[in-house]
Nanobody, 126 residues
Framework: VQLQASGGGLVQAGGSLRLSCAVSGRLFFSKYTMAWFRQAPGKEREFVAA????????FYADSVKGRFTISRDNAKNTVYLQMNNVEPEDTAVYYC???????????????????WGQGTQVTVSS
């Protein structure tokens, strides 16, 4: 299973950006729990958002709730992160992650995800 994240770049505060994560390999993508994490320089990797296999349930970190939206297109094996009203504090490398099933209440824990993408840099200027 391979994850390829894209869509990062430089954006001004208050602007928008959409990240994509394409998943390939022998998998039933629709059965995977997908998530986004981020890591800023000098900081630990932190949870951003997650979406269940059916897409019916989403979870967000408090810091992005109301600004970011996670979604998935199972026909395209792709998960998205729509980032609106971005802030300089959102600057980080963003990683997509996948787990072949339900992660229950541990959706915010990086340890439960088996597969990771390479990361895409998001820089927000003030």
């Amino acid at each position: 299973v391979q994850l390829q994240a894209s869509g990062g770049g430089l954006v001004q505060a208050g602007g928008s950006l959409r990240l994509s994560c394409a998943v390939s390999g022998r998998l039933f993508f629709s059965k995977y729990t997908m998530a986004w994490f981020r890591q800023a320089p000098g900081k630990e990797r932190e949870f951003v958002a997650a979406i269940t296999w059916g897409g019916g349930t989403t979870f967000y970190a408090d810091s992005v709730k109301g600004r970011f939206t996670i979604s998935r297109d199972n026909a395209k094996n792709t998960v998205y992160l729509q980032m609106n009203n971005v802030e300089p504090e959102d600057t980080a490398v963003y990683y997509c992650a996948a787990d072949p099933g339900s992660v229950g209440n541990y959706y915010a824990s990086a340890r439960v995800y088996n597969y990771w993408g390479q990361g895409t840099q998001v820089t927000v200027s003030s």
